[in-house]
């Protein structure tokens, strides 16, 4: 079992960077695959960006591809993203997933709580 917990929102200009993390206590995080996800105000929470446990795979979302990056570090039981060329309607509470899996998951047994992050025009 495993127990997110995400840092690093904030308020960014339109076109700024923001790196989240989220740091997954438990001592089998790599059995993890992870994933994040965001959900704006009034809209549904939408799926962003996914990583297999070994890192040998990830997935994103269209609206974020070629902007958003997600990375892990096993030592640290951290995972990460990355996110430049920020625009107006990322702005969305963000959360990190896990799930026991060696793939890329359809769905998440563990969230966390969700952090913050508001991009200005």
């Known amino acids: 079992q495993v127990q997110p917990v995400e840092s690093g929102g904030g308020l960014v200009q339109a076109g700024g960077s923001l790196r989240l993390s989220c740091l997954a206590s438990?001592?089998?995080?790599?059995?993890?695959?992870m994933g994040w996800f965001r959900q704006a105000p009034g809209k549904e929470r939408e799926f962003v960006a996914a990583i297999s446990r070994s890192s040998d795979s990830t997935t994103y979302a269209d609206s974020v591809k070629g902007r958003f990056t997600i990375s892990r570090d096993n030592a640290k039981n951290t995972v990460y993203l990355q996110m430049n060329s920020l625009k107006p309607e990322d702005t969305a509470v963000y959360y990190c997933a896990a799930h026991h899996s060696p793939v890329i998951p359809t769905a998440y047994d563990y969230w966390g709580q969700g952090t913050q992050v508001t991009v200005s025009s």
């Open positions: 438990g001592r089998t995080f790599s059995n993890y695959a």
